[in-house]
C-alpha cells in the first residue's frame, strides 16, 4: 500500500456534494486516511468562473500511478467532469499530488504535481493534513512551501463543517 495524496476542487452545480460524492468514490476503491477541511477559494490562471470549493485527501492504494489516474479521470467522468475550457469551471477536478516519494514523469502524468508549489488551493489545505511532508523534487516541507508562497490577491477561506463525518 502507498500513500497517495490526492486535490480536489469543483465550482460547478453543488459544489459540497461534489466533493463528498468524489471523496466517497475515492473511499471504495482506496483507504481513505485523512482530510482537510474545505476551503473555498478565488479562481486561478482563468479568472472569468466561480469560486471554488477545495480539499485534499490522504489515501492507501495498491494502484500503481497510472492506473490511479485513470482511475480518477473515470470518477471525474462519472461525476459529470467534461474539458472545455483549460483552467476553467468544473464539476470536479482529482488531482494526484503525491504518490509515496516517487517521482513520475510521463505522457499526461507528472508526480509530485508540477504546480504545487504555486497554489495556495492546494498548499493550505495540504498543509493541514501533511505539514511535515517532503516535496521529494524541492526537497522542502509542506509547511515552508507554504510559507515561500507569495500570496498576492488569492483569498482561502477555510469553510469548517462541509465534510464532517465523512473520514474520521
Request: hydrophobic share 40%; glycine share 10%.
Amino acid at each position: 500500500m502507498v500513500e497517495s495524496i490526492i486535490a480536489l476542487g469543483t465550482n460547478l452545480g453543488d459544489r459540497a456534494g461534489n466533493l463528498r460524492r468524489a471523496i466517497g468514490m475515492i473511499g471504495r476503491k482506496m483507504s481513505l486516511v485523512k482530510a482537510s477541511s474545505v476551503y473555498e477559494t478565488g479562481p486561478m490562471y482563468y479568472e472569468d468562473q466561480d469560486w471554488f470549493l477545495n480539499c485534499v485527501v490522504a489515501a492507501e492504494t495498491e494502484l500503481r500511478p497510472r492506473a490511479l489516474l485513470q482511475g480518477l479521470q473515470a470518477m471525474e467522468m462519472q461525476l459529470g467532469r467534461r474539458r472545455t475550457v483549460r483552467y476553467g469551471p468544473r464539476v470536479i477536478d482529482l488531482d494526484i499530488l503525491f504518490y509515496g516519494n516517487e517521482v513520475v514523469s510521463e505522457p499526461g502524468l507528472e508526480i509530485p504535481h508540477p504546480k504545487i508549489a504555486e497554489r495556495p488551493f492546494v498548499l493550505v489545505p495540504l498543509n493541514e493534513i501533511r505539514p511535515d511532508l517532503v516535496h521529494p523534487v524541492l526537497g522542502r516541507r509542506t509547511s515552508e512551501l507554504l510559507g515561500n508562497l507569495k500570496l498576492g490577491g488569492e483569498q482561502v477561506i477555510k469553510r469548517p463543517g462541509l465534510l464532517a463525518g465523512l473520514i474520521s
